[in-house]
C-alpha cells in the first residue's frame, strides 16, 4: 500500500518539474550565440586605436599647413629702382638750395661733367664744364671765371663759383615757389632757346622750375627760370646742364 502512494508522488513530482521546465524555454527563433554576440556589442569598446578626432590630418590639411606664401603675401622690394627725372631733379635743387656741391656731384655725368648755362642760349664754345670732382669743390673755389656776358650790357661775366650760383642758379625760392614741368618750357624771354638743339629729346629730359615774378611792381619782369638737362641712361638719369633764364631786355 505504501509503495503505491510512493511510486504515484514520484511521478507527480516528475510532471511538475517537466512542466517548470517547458516553463524558461526560450522564445522560438532566440539564438543564444546570437544573444551572447549582440551583449558583447553593447559593452563599451575598449580598443587601444586612437580615435577619428586624433588621427594624423589629411594630405589636403598637411599641404595648406606646408604650402609656401604666395608672391602676393611677400613685400615687394622696391630698393634699387632708378629714379624718375622728377625724383632726380628734386634732389638736385634741394642741394642747389642748400649748397651741397658733394651731393650735386654725384648726380653729375662722369664722362660729360656738367656744363653751366647763365641764359636759354646754351653756347657749346663758351659755356664752362666741370668734372664730377671739379664740381665738389667749386663753392669754396676762388678762381674768377669768364661765364660769358651780360644781356643787354654786354659786359664779361667774370666772378667766381660762389658768386655766378648768386645770380645765374639758385637765385630765387625755386623749391617752394616755382611751377615744375618735364621736358616743357615754361620761361619765354627774347634770348634764343636751343636747348633741345644741343640736347636732344630722344637722349636727355630736362626739368624745369618756372617762377612767374617776385616783386608784383615790375609785373614779371623778374621772372626766373632754371632748367636741369639730364642725359638719359637706360631708365637712369645723370646731369649734364643747368640752365638759368630770365627776363632780358
Known sequence: MHSARNIGGMLLM???????ACSVTPE????PKQTQEQSQSEQPLTSTEPSQTTQEPTRTEQSQ???EPSSTDQPQDQEGLPPSVTEAASTVMKSLRDK????????????KGLRFSPYA???????????????????KDSTERVWRSFAGSGD??????ADYYKQFVYDADFIQTAEIAVNKGLGQGTTLNN??????????DFVEYHIDGIDPSVEGMDWRSLRLVFEK?????????????QWTP
Open 233 to 245: 641712361i637706360g631708365e637712369d638719369h645723370a646731369l649734364v646742364g643747368i640752365i638759368h633764364d
Open 14 to 20: 516528475v510532471s511538475m518539474l517537466w512542466l517548470t
Open 121 to 139: 642760349y646754351v653756347d657749346t664754345k663758351n659755356d664752362i664744364m666741370f668734372t664730377k670732382s671739379e664740381v665738389e669743390g667749386l663753392m
Open 195 to 204: 636747348l633741345n638743339e644741343v640736347y636732344p629729346k630722344d637722349q636727355y
Open 156 to 161: 664779361l661775366i667774370e666772378m667766381t663759383f
Open 65 to 67: 599647413e606646408t604650402q
Open 100 to 111: 651741397d656741391m658733394n651731393q650735386l656731384a654725384a648726380w653729375v655725368h662722369s664722362e
Open 28 to 31: 522560438t527563433g532566440t539564438d
